[in-house]
């Protein structure tokens, strides 16, 4: 069975370690001007547990409230890559290094076309133009609404997507996604950006925004050895996967946590 790696395990050597300072606290690669980040919490030591930990999930993989919106394409349930997805996430779960991971419901599975706001995530580049950042989310949401509800996705009939691989293991579990053409590619960074227009936010990080689908979140930071293996395992998967998929058309979603994303439109 794999280790966790907590400080208990690490016996007295953990007892002598310094009191953490307030910036110690901050999460590993820590990137606010390059990435969107969680907002750190005060009374939570983020450098003990990946980016995530303490904002979707507790320590133990238990859901906590995260909720936003977004633009989000659902993977079809009656897909070859569903399907293949499904045997995936079995097989992980009999692995040893599973309690390594907290693993979401297949209900969930998407692709993230534009990450819209998060309620814990209130900076002014992250949050639309026109709202203050102290706006209540149920404003954002109506907002955003309004804002997406006569808004043409421009991608004609669909858009195949290839699985390219797998993303850093850094946070989690993850499928990188790309457009099979290069006109695909085109269609949808334009769409990013005319969203981003639209509402009058831009994330950090936007124009590298690596298009992916989320399987497990990280619970506690990989030994290197963990790394090399579970890396080999999910190579070997790899080659199992369907290699395209058609992309579902765009939705605008809410959310509470990452269990569940509620359409309330199709984008047009």
Known sequence: MVALLTDAANGDAAANKPAPTQGS?????????ERVEPTP??????????????????????????????VLSPLDPASALHRSLQVLLDDLQQQDFALLYTFLPPSSWHMTTYEG??????????WPADLPVTASLKACHAYVATRLADFNHCLGAGIQMKVAGFES???????????????GERALRDLRNRISQR??????GHDNYSFHMG?????????EGDEARIAGF?????????RSFELSIPEY???????????MFYLG
């Open 169 to 183: 293991l850094a946070e989690g579990i993850a499928l990188k996604l790309v457009p099979t053409t290069f006109d």
């Open 234 to 242: 999910l190579e070997g998967w790899h080659a199992k996967l369907p």
């Open 199 to 204: 509402l009058g936010m831009r994330h950090p």
């Open 41 to 70: 919490k005060p009374d939570f030591p983020h450098y003990q547990y990946p980016r995530w930990i303490g904002h979707k999930f507790d320590p133990d993989g238990q859901i906590m409230p995260y909720p936003g919106n977004g």
């Open 253 to 263: 979603c809410v959310y509470d946590d990452m269990y569940s994303f509620r359409r």
């Open 215 to 223: 399987l497990g979140y990280l619970l506690r930071h990989l030994s």
């Open 117 to 126: 706001i998060s309620d814990q995530i209130r900076l002014r580049n992250s």
């Open 25 to 33: 606290l901050l999460p590993k690669d820590y990137r606010l001007d």
